[in-house]
């Protein structure tokens, strides 16, 4: 096959993902090939000849004893001798996937490529999940303090409260608007509401975190299919475009951040990424950003550019993150009520993006046509960022 | 900082290692900076700016419980805010790796990049390093009966020399050859020589693999600067450009391969890599290839094209595969000698061809000036294989 070398654009032009949740007697190849599937359907190209796969994953060797699970996927979809890697960035992991298979069709290695992401995580115990996630601290700095996850989000939050004079109300309102949205998402792994007054009397697990603050544990996989601007439209007539793609790293300890209020990785990866798409935070019609707790969903809508620094919640109360406010945010339900299998969710989020632009999320449909979309896929505890900018093809 | 999008070659302007072998008392983290930070100086890149990293890695999470290594290493490295992923494709993640930082530049997404491979492996028992590796066969075909990758390559063996009439001696020969190289590599596990009489006669292995005809369980990590072209000379007045990367996967049960002894995914690869640097086998003026097993060195010289199916021991009889042989292989000692830490193999390859291109190699230098190099970094049991090409530059 002759293969374009250049400055192609990139499409999206199928995408499809797993229920997220407990899927008990699925293991991880199960959900990465059903993601696959439905991703390859919905692009037409089951007799197409894919030139390579990534598999965006954290801790399928840790957790499920799968090593080189890109390798094996290749042979069950039927796609050999297509080229095939995992990639891991954490939390990160399907973000990182999802540049990765970009790279390789601006570079010209490939024109027909499948992103997947996913994560089995619900067969083992909580504290083992837990402590899998704790060695994405530094070990003598953090973890041999005990310091976890949510421990760390629970100080920002903390501190948030302090230095811009919020109560926890409305932060926590970011997961009830998040439940509200998932209720519409067939693939949530949470498809009800809550109301403020519950999640602010729920159990705490991280002061002052309680438990509709946190996102859950949960099984699942997404996928994507990529291919060159020119050839997009053998697979789809409504491809959508992927026209920036932004990643950095901050500093691994949080308490060396300068403003650990304002996450640098996700400012300079949207940055890089607004700069390759040439447009600006105030373009984006739809955004899903990465509330693996509530008090990240107001960080990052600050340090992506959408609102100033301490307005995130101000804008949050007046509906402008809603569905059908100016700037909806995680119309998808977000890791809050969709679900959080690490290496599926920054996959995931570019599904959601995909149907939302094409017009194909139903009732949780952003209203007016949106042609612009945004997702911040969080690493470590902010410091590997991917940000993603997507544009509605026509 | 301007990116370079389009059709630049990459440049490889600096490498370096660490020694390859039992390493007490440094971590998985301690490798990858070592190597790091002799492949920037080898290229004076300390000041410079850095746009990625990507780090080939198989089981860190599994052996050293580090997940999200790649984000750690960015801050360690100082070279925040780098982009940083792990590329997991077992065995073969150093290749894989190496495929990542060529498609960044390339597709312009990055101009300067560092590509590093490592693996701390010696801290546990053997046994957990064999039941990691297995972890790469198939579960319900091959896994639960007790097959490993050393019996694997027993069995290609045993068919090898029944089907082409070959002795043991035949084959263990190479490992012999790969001992004599490493003498010379002051990098190398094993710096020893060792007699075919006394290989023929060691405990065996995975009958009819004796231990000599196995590669060590080994720590180390390796590193490449790579650049793209137009900014090549600022780093090296030397460069060595990668003019072809080729990945293939292949049916992962063995036994459903049509031809065992002739590796598809080393043939598929290495045609990719031929095609794109417009060169071919004869071309080649030495190679790295992935000898676990001294009959994987065999068939790899076959199936990349060296020589026909079921003469490569003839030639490796007739020397053509010593350093001053025709077409020198494993000038390094190769796995065999200089040891296996699985995802530093892939870039330590890319570092002796750099070497060798650059006449840097001292007692193992392959003479009359090497143009063109070549190295096969092989996944899982041959289903998912990398092979690059490599031309000096002027």
Chains 1, 2 share one sequence.
């Not at 976890?148 to 948030?160: D, E, I, N, V």
């Not at 939302?356 to 505890?381: D, I, M, T």
Request: a negative charge; hydrophobic letters at 40%.
């Amino acid at each position: 096959m002759v293969l374009i070398m250049g400055k192609s654009r990139v499409a999206m032009v199928g995408a499809g993902m797993t229920p997220f949740g407990r899927l008990d007697g699925k293991d991880l190849l199960d959900l990465l090939c059903e993601a696959s599937m439905k991703a390859m359907e919905s692009a037409n190209a089951f007799d197409k000849s894919f030139d390579a796969i990534y598999v965006g994953n954290m801790a399928g060797g840790e957790l499920c004893d799968m090593t080189g699970v890109a390798s094996v996927l290749s042979d069950r979809l039927n796609m050999i001798p297509a080229g095939a890697d995992r990639i891991e960035n954490g939390p990160a992991s399907g973000g990182s996937a999802l540049r990765a298979g970009f790279a390789a069709i601006k570079g010209g290695l490939a024109n027909l490529v499948l992103v997947v992401g996913g994560e089995k995580m619900t067969h083992v115990s909580g504290s083992r999940v837990t402590s899998t996630v704790a060695s994405l601290t530094h070990e003598t700095a953090e973890k041999i303090y005990g310091v976890t996850l949510p421990s760390f989000a629970g100080m920002l939050t903390r501190l948030y409260l302090e230095q811009y004079k919020y109560k926890m109300a409305d932060i926590t309102l970011a997961a009830v608007k998040n439940h509200r949205n998932g209720v519409n998402n067939p693939y949530a792994h949470f498809q009800k509401e809550i109301t403020l007054e519950k999640a602010l009397t729920a159990p705490i697990i991280a002061d002052p975190l309680r438990l509709y603050d946190c996102c859950p544990v949960s099984d699942g996989a997404a996928a994507i299919v990529l291919t060159a601007e020119s050839i997009a439209k053998e697979f789809s007539p409504e491809p959508v475009y992927i026209t920036g793609s932004g990643q950095a790293t901050d500093l691994q300890i949080l308490s060396e951040r300068e403003n650990p209020l304002f996450i640098g990785a996700v400012a300079q990866s949207a940055k890089k990424a607004f700069d390759m798409a040439q447009i600006s935070p105030k373009d984006i019609n739809v955004a899903e950003l990465h509330d693996a707790f509530s008090i990240l969903e107001i960080l990052q809508s600050e340090s992506v550019g959408f609102f100033a620094p301490g307005e995130g919640p101000k804008a949050l109360a007046r509906g402008d993150t809603e569905i059908d406010g100016i700037c909806p945010v995680n119309p998808s339900g977000g890791l809050k009520a969709r679900g959080h299998p690490w290496g599926a969710t920054g996959i995931a989020q570019a599904v959601e993006i995909f149907w939302q632009l094409r017009g194909e999320a139903s009732k949780r449909q952003v209203p007016n046509e949106p042609k612009y979309g945004l997702s911040v896929n969080f690493g470590a505890f902010g410091n590997n960022v991917l940000t993603h900018i997507y544009e509605r093809g026509g």
